[in-house]
């Protein structure tokens, strides 16, 4: 199908959650907000309550790999790449995705543990994430670690860029007995430039709302695909989700059209040398 016959596309890979809501479902649901559309291809089935991740069921390389080709086949115009599941999958997401690495933006949300979870299920193997970090993280635009997937930040040192979330609570603060600021710092690492804070409010009623990391990377793939250069589209991506997560009543994320555009956000005094506040 022709780019000019059809709405801007994104491509998204991982894994189902059609109890919570979370991974392709909130990417479908993102995508749909912003006037896109979403091809899924789904790398697992999971089942998710308000108690936490139950259960996974990863899907077969060969069945993953038709749904991410068929997703390709009528053009798209940008990818995320969420939950992989182990290492075959995420051999064959590489795989087919290499060549796009310079053709089109992709935005990896490299989760592989559950906030929470039952003893023993996760989101990928520990092989699946060596794989990844040694392969996926140097063909990406972005990935969107928080703090525990971030680590040391040794395996991010290839990546074209990085955008570390800041909403997790550092445990090792807890544990010096410091306590957390009354803002998170969401930090972006530009590789040969320089870092970039972006300070924003912490909502303290919604620690337990679903797919908040797929809603943010889902955000950014979109705006990448519109054409919006890679910071806009970050500083864009979290102000919006500021006012999603500001409008949250029963702790869910309801996505909707935002009324805030890209490239509006005005200097706010609090602003400084390497971090600015939104």
Known sequence: ?????????????????????????????????????????????????????????????????????????????????????????????????????DILPIVFDPVSQASKSNTGVCLNTPAGVQFAEQRLLTMVTLATPNGLEYGSGKSYFECSAVLKKGGHTDPLLCLDGGTQPDYISDVLHIREGSALEIRHARFDDIQEVH???????????????????????????????????????????????????????MPDQRDADGYIWL
């Open 211 to 265: 797919g908040t990391g797929c809603a943010l990377s889902s955000l950014i793939t979109c705006y990448l695909a519109m054409g919006i250069e890679l910071e806009n589209a970050v500083i864009t991506s979290l102000r919006v989700m500021q006012q999603w997560l500001g409008n949250t009543k029963d702790g869910i994320l309801h996505p909707q059209a935002p009324e805030i555009l890209p490239g509006t956000r």
């Open 1 to 101: 199908m022709s780019a000019l016959l059809r709405p801007v596309t994104i491509l998204c890979v991982g894994g189902n959650d059609i109890n919570m809501g979370a991974g392709l479902q909130t990417d479908f649901a993102v995508a749909k907000a912003l006037g896109c559309h979403a091809r899924l291809a789904p790398t697992m089935h999971t089942s998710q309550t308000v108690d936490g991740l139950q259960s996974v069921d990863v899907i077969d390389k060969e069945v993953v790999g038709r749904s991410i080709l068929d997703g390709l086949s009528d053009g798209v115009d940008a990818i995320k790449i969420g939950a992989l599941g182990n290492e075959q999958v995420a051999e064959v997401v590489v795989e087919i995705l290499g060549p796009w690495r």
